[in-house]
């Protein structure tokens, strides 16, 4: 399906259709649903890492004025599906994880169930576990694929002939850290069964994706999809916390059939998202790089070692942006995984690209650095034509684009490349570069209705807004697709009652809800043409992806960092982005997730770190009193700018995700920053002040 080349509300800075009801507190999210009655829920976590339940003592829970029930392996249900044991929920007493659900409070109030949950009293048959990822484990296994269907490893040419060969070379250890996902809202559900128990089950859910919830949810009750209704307007971030539906939507499913005729609440607490609801593996990459005198790279190769759960495998693709970054004749990629008594890693911002250019990019100023060359100029001489292993055409690759109009931008050109040489005042100043990439991905399966009502527009499609900007960016899109003002069109998202949308992940949500509502309208303006009567609708479904070519998105980020000479405390007071991510749009809501991902990843560079404590497989600092986030005062100027760029291959509107991008390479180029500013290269993150001392 076409779409014009000049649209007129695409590309337009058009305010939040949504600001306004969420500036003002109206806005509903999932707990908030107005519903008679409801009662509330509240989980009591296992405080062992591994072991047995031997006893649940729930009596004095019980006992509590206002309890209403207290579910437990003895009295829950028995559900229709345990195949994902991360969400098989109170089916028996083996303890896989610390944190992980013993019983159910359900009360009349959240005060009553979380006072009578810390009165449950359980023992336990301990069992020896092990948390501790290393990479000199034993039991380190190669995963049949990593995620989200990626080879494991690959090889091309002879890295170690290349490594020993080389000119100049770079073998360097770069490790990221646990994080932990921490959106504002908390996960949290809103469950009712019509008529009491059985029925129809409606979903009041904060999730990234209703339809996939629905059928994740479907499938773990053994119901019918068509008995299960999943609604969300709203949603307050998710970062891929939410891209699938953890044990908590099970719980409040489960709860509000126990207690027939009534609606049930789960809102966890930020603690309980720390075991409950995902987060990224720390890694352990190890790099290797080898180049000749001309900067022109003869071996590209990372290892990396990380861990996932002993009850669910998850397999971050760490090594897949180095698969395709830059031109190199010998390359190698590996996974290597460490299944631990841990809580569920899961997806989160960037999976893979995030962490996966960390160590390559601070390895690839390390070799500018051995080169004597500067760091842009190393990139942009390892260009390749096509993409490395595919050998397939890039749909559009500006890379160089980014990084000189970045450079520009960033006034690279009187850089002095020696380290540790500026001061001002009691500061080392110093500058960096990382570049930034990530993959265009359309899903297979997401449809699209165009109906005239009255006067109005309205395009229906079960698709989320996660803060991101679909109400607005999708009625633009609408707008120009039937060649009618955009404030004429209305949107409808975030619910199973309209045509089925793919999940909000992978950054694919523009591309491939986008391309549903482009063919729909097409639809509708072939068989209606421009006069359609009042009721007038067409549906359309986004097709398949181009498979010729190579499509990904690409980024330059420039760092300013300082180091104190005496403190060691680090700051950035200056990031700028440049990318190269297709057509832009709604240019407000664009620097919104670019600026979002930028300072993620600025907080992951400084501040963030979950600690696992391995005696206890417990992660000790699990709120925002000791896990550190870049607040305000963290944070100084971020500038993110774009490229011009249409790209005809990726979809009718020219449009590659932006949802992720902004958070890869921003924290190797603020390493390579601190390194130019004090001559320490930290490639263990967070780059806290004991590592520049
Ligand atoms: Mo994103 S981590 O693919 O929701």
Redesign the pocket.
Known sequence: MTFPSEPRAVGRDLPRRDGAVKVLGTATYAHETPLVNAAHLHAVQATIARGRVTALDTAAAEALDGVVAVLTPGTAERLASTEDRELAALQGEEVAFRGQVVALVVADSSEVARQAAALVRVEYAQQEHDAELRADREDLYAPETVNPDFPTDTAEGDVDAAMAAAEVSVEETYTTAMYHNNPMEPHATAALWEPAGDGLLTLWDST?GVHSTRAVLASVFGLDEARVRVVCPYVGG??????QPHVNVVLAAMAARAVPGRPVRLALTRQQMFSLTGYRTPTIQRCRLAADRTGRLTAVAIDVVELTSRIKEFAEQSGVPARMMYASPNRRTTHRLAALDVPVPS?????GECPGMFGPEVAMDELAERLGMDPVELRIRNEPGVEPGSGKPFSSRNLVGCLREGAARFDWSRRDPRPGVRRRGDWLVGTGVAASTYPVSRMPKSTATVRREGERYVAEIGAADLGTGTWTTLAQIAADALGVPVDRVEVRIGDTDYPMAS??????GMTTWGSAVVEAAGAFRARYGSEPPDGAEASGTVGPPDERHAMHAFGAQFAEAHVHLDTGEVRVPRLLGVFAAGRIINPRTARSQFVGGMTMGLSMALHEKSVLDPRTGHVVNHDFAEYHIAANADVGTIEAHWLAEHDPHVNAVGSKGI??IGIVGTAAAVSNAVWHACGVRVRDLPISLDKVL
Do not use: N
Request: avoid cysteine; charged fraction near 15%; charge should be positive.
């Open positions: 990234q998710g970062f891929g916390s939410k891209g997806w989160m911002r960037a999976p999940v909000a992940g992978g950054s694919s949802g992720e």
